[in-house]
């Protein structure tokens, strides 16, 4: 909790000295609501993952926001399983040059995550109970762009780089001779604690519905 | 379309003072049409659709939730018994005469089941198929034609991608989606 307000001086100090009116497109106290669809790339098993979720964005200052997101991303783990992810947490973000309609900016931040992976039954096997699942958090960071189309509505894109912390998902995808895949879920050994990653790109509309202050 | 109707609601009332969005100069659309899709292995289906759309009279953008109802599928690969569809999004439209193209894109969400592939439940004996919700997304380009002060018509066409993902094998939610109703406007 101490990193917040840190991360507000720091960003603060470099901001100071830019022009004090950044964008007639983002103002403090603007509050919006999105939509958003992400892909997952380059994760544990190297499968894309598509999610989509929601969000709103709250603009503390002329040159910082935070926006506040949940995610349901699912994955095809090469046909021999699935696994879906929930992501919900925030970001804070920082607009470090003054723009117009396109408007970047760089982006971080933490969630908690759920991740379940579940092996493929079949008509004549029943694996559900090798279903394995866990919690954990996650810290994220990237960069990214709003467009506006108008004052109130603007289409961002963005991408993060997500490091999972603490326990993690104790399978493994393994490639068979006939080029089909086999997911093993070990439970014979205690998960440890590892980091994981991958990288989201996310796109979502947003429309400002109020200016608090 | 309950976060459109929601996202309208806010945009009429919470910054009514505002003139581009006061509410009386909110543009609402409601629709409601047959929707004939295409799979792949010369596969049909049927669905009804509706959606409801929020945008300022003068402006270009429209926000937009749009609901699909899985009828039932017919051909070579009918692979669902249930397909329900929601979605959200923003739409562009290109004019403001009598008849508008427009372009948009939704992400949504599926919930689905698949009528081929399920899994064997020991202690029921019998083949179970999971219902289950997944990420879908869409990109849409049509046109409305505005004949009367109330009603309008509109003719559309959607691509959907996704994956429907439950405890067996995944089927791929891909579909070319056609759309020809008829709606109000306020």
């Known amino acids: ?213 | 379309m309950v976060l459109a109707l929601i996202l309208g609601v806010f945009a009429g009332n919470v910054n009514a003072q505002e003139n581009e969005t006061a509410p009386d100069k909110i543009k609402i659309k409601t629709a409601l049409s047959f929707s004939a899709g295409l799979l792949t292995e010369n596969t049909q289906t049927i669905q009804l659709h509706g959606y409801i759309g929020v945008r300022p009279k003068q402006g270009r953008i429209e926000l937009r939730g749009d609901g699909f109802y899985f009828v039932n599928s017919v051909g070579d690969r009918p692979r669902f018994t249930i397909n329900h569809q929601l979605y959200a999004g923003a739409f562009y439209r290109f004019s403001d005469a009598q008849i508008q193209p427009y372009v948009g894109f939704q992400p949504g969400i599926a919930y689905a089941q698949s009528s081929e592939y399920g899994r064997f439940n020991e202690a029921s004996n019998a083949v179970q198929y999971k219902k289950t919700i997944n990420p879908v997304g869409s990109v849409t380009g049509g046109l409305d034609f505005f004949a009367e002060k109330l009603f309008f018509m509109f003719i559309e066409t959607r691509y959907i991608f996704g994956k429907h993902k439950a405890d067996s094998y995944p089927v791929f939610l891909d579909e070319w989606r056609f759309s020809f109703g008829l709606g109000f406007h306020f």
């Open chain 1, 1 to 213: 909790m101490r990193i917040f307000p840190l991360f507000i001086l720091f960003f603060g100090l470099i901001h100071n000295g830019m022009s004090q009116e950044l964008n007639p497109y983002l103002e403090k106290g603007d509050l919006s609501l999105g939509l958003r669809s992400t892909t997952s790339l380059f994760g544990h098993d190297n499968v894309p993952g598509l999610g989509t979720g929601g969000q709103f964005r709250l603009q503390l200052f002329d040159f910082l926001s935070t926006e506040w997101f949940a995610d349901w991303i699912t994955m095809d783990l090469q046909g021999a399983g699935t696994r879906n992810n929930a992501h919900i947490g925030w970001s804070v973000l920082f607009y470090p040059k003054k723009t117009e309609k396109f408007m970047t900016y760089l982006i971080a931040g933490h969630c908690f995550d759920y991740a379940e992976v579940t092996p493929l039954s079949t008509a004549f096997l029943d694996r559900t109970d090798e279903r394995i699942s866990r919690w954990s958090s996650a810290v994220q960071g990237g960069v990214g762009a709003h467009y506006f189309l108008s004052d109130r509505f603007n289409l961002t894109f963005s991408t993060q780089y997500m490091l999972h912390l603490g326990q993690h998902l104790d399978y493994e995808l393994i490639q068979l001779a006939d080029d089909s895949y086999y997911l093993e879920t070990d439970h014979s050994s205690a998960a440890e604690e590892a980091i994981e990653t991958h990288v989201l790109l996310t796109l979502s509309l947003n429309y400002r519905i109020a200016d608090l202050w």
